[in-house]
């Protein structure tokens, strides 16, 4: 009996330690890639999209509840160029435009994640070893964390089971660890490959997924079956239970066109996979800016007569002087190429000068040089306030150059306005430039850090017209030169909704503080 037991302990330690000689990795690679697996194929579970060459799946989609059954064929074609990539025939007669709509969503999702997808989907570091039975072997993963696109977030919820028969791919499937988005309480997703053309293939899967609660509890099944394959190099692909092709049945055709005649060039960037906004938009916008600035020069003069320098009489590097505008404009835009885009913008603003002007003592024998029915000043303050509100009519234009790599994006947008100050008569040119980096995240909202510098002329020249105490006519003139604020700092965001709005918001921090919101409608 003693050594009955013994043996049975030594069994037990072989077993154990050959159980965990099993599940140790191979070195410098991993148990898909040991067997000739590509770990392609786990992105092909999570999107069927995520394989090579050109395919048609047969899938049938049921509600159990109400017994609704859709009937239909999606083709996935890299090589159609009359439009996207996924084209679906719908068997089952005739779709709401509701329906088409979600329909239409989800070829251009499923096309833009397809070309632009370029790093694994799965975690690596999770593929482990899981068991095995007789000449099965399972091997568990999980998929990545960060960095998936919006489109596939729900995969981020998902533990994958891998089946090795003889160490050849069987089938993949994915359960949910967590309740998914859109109330999905419960996801189960049978992916079935077989080997082809020196790989392997999705010859089909199964769906199932339970979605609400209780008595609004909806129990949806998918079935799909591939009809046809053919790889990237033209190989018409066979595999083992390829169903018979049947005669082609009439169905209508769903398809989701590149584009229109603007942008130029925007047909061929849809193609590969880059989102481009709608070519053409109007918006409305309103921007709050207040700096503070410093006057360096400021002369004057009286009905033509000789202007009269006043940097020597008043103290103008002492002077505090705030300028909050007030701007609401309309702006028209077009994208002329995916990268550039044109504006023309036109509006009008409030201006609120209020400043302290420190005086000097020689401004006492300038003010008494001035008739009398231009200003009586028996006690001159150490300061003169000066608080007026002053009106503007602005028109312009500009361009925006434009790019992105993965989730980041860069721009540049230039704006050439004139701005005509009424109560002054006179019109400033400004040239403003805003250089902007973005992170588009997983939720849709672009994310924006820059600055913006504003450039224009400082020595601005004008009149004011007034009346004397007997309503005779006089005219003021004036130069006024000022030291401006040329760059601060740009934080913003902006959000797409619905394809056709959108909404902005950007915040200059710094010595110029400004909000400017954008609210806009794209064609």
């Avoid at 103290?315 to 609401?328: Q, R």
């Avoid at 020595?459 to 003021?476: A, I």
């Amino acid at each position: 009996m003693k050594h009955f037991l013994l043996i049975s302990v030594f069994l037990s330690l072989v077993c154990l330690r050959s159980s965990s000689a099993q599940e140790q990795p191979p070195v410098n690679s991993n148990y898909l890639i040991e067997r000739g697996i590509s770990p392609r194929v786990l992105d092909a579970t999570a999107s069927i999209f995520m394989q090579d060459g050109r395919f048609s799946e047969h899938i049938i989609l049921e509600k159990k509840e109400d017994k609704t059954k859709y009937d239909f064929c999606v083709i996935y074609d890299p090589s159609y160029e009359q439009g996207m990539d996924i084209r679906v025939v719908n068997y089952s007669g005739r779709i709401s435009k509701k329906e088409q709509k979600k329909l239409k969503r989800y070829i251009e999702k499923s096309h833009y994640f397809s070309r632009m997808a370029m790093d694994y989907l799965y975690d690596e570091s999770t593929l482990t070893f899981s068991r095995r039975s007789g000449d099965t072997v399972v091997l568990s993963y999980l998929y990545r964390k960060n960095d998936i696109d919006n489109y596939l977030r729900n995969i981020k919820r998902f533990r994958g089971e891998i089946y090795l028969v003889n160490d050849r791919l069987a089938k993949v499937v994915l359960t949910n660890t967590r309740p998914l988005r859109n109330k999905i309480s419960r996801y189960i997703k049978t992916v079935f490959f077989a080997p082809a053309g020196g790989g392997y293939i999705v010859t089909g899967y199964r769906e199932e997924m339970v979605k609400g609660k209780g008595k609004k509890e909806t129990h949806i099944l998918t079935r799909a079956e591939t009809t046809s394959y053919t790889s990237s190099g033209g190989k018409v692909l066979t595999w083992t239970g390829m169903p018979e092709v049947s005669a082609a049945r009439a169905g209508d055709t769903v398809t989701v066109k590149l584009g229109g005649p603007l942008p130029i060039l925007g047909k061929e960037a849809t193609k590969l996979g880059y989102q481009l906004p709608r070519p053409v938009g109007v918006a409305l916008f309103s921007h709050l800016q207040e700096q503070y600035m410093q006057f360096t020069g400021l002369a004057v003069g009286l009905d033509g007569g000789q202007m009269i320098d006043l940097e020597n009489v008043l103290a103008l590097e002492e002077s505090d002087v705030t300028l909050t505008s007030t701007i609401t404009m309309a702006k028209a835009d077009a994208w002329i190429f995916p990268f550039l885009n044109v504006m023309f913008i036109v509006g009008a603003g409030e201006n609120i000068l209020d400043a302290n002007l420190m005086v000097n003592d020689e401004l006492i024998d300038f003010f008494d040089r001035l008739p009398g029915w231009i200003i009586d000043v028996p006690n001159l303050p150490q300061t003169v306030p000066i608080n007026s509100t002053i009106r503007s009519e602005i028109y312009g234009g500009g361009a925006t150059l434009a790019g992105g790599v993965s989730d980041f994006n860069l721009s540049v947008n230039y704006q050439l306005m004139f701005t005509r100050i009424v109560e002054a008569n006179t019109t400033n040119m400004v040239n403003i430039i805003t250089p902007m980096i973005g992170y588009m995240s997983p939720f849709g909202v672009n994310f924006m850090l820059g600055g913006q510098g504003q450039f224009y002329n400082t020595v601005v020249t004008g009149y004011l017209e007034f009346e004397d105490s007997d309503g005779d006519p006089h005219k003021m003139d004036y130069i006024v030169d000022f030291e401006p604020i040329k760059w601060n700092g740009m934080v913003g965001i902006y959000k797409g909704f619905a394809k056709h709005w959108e909404l902005s918001m950007q915040f200059g921090f710094g010595q110029r503080t400004s909000l400017t919101a954008v609210f806009g409608y794209r064609f």
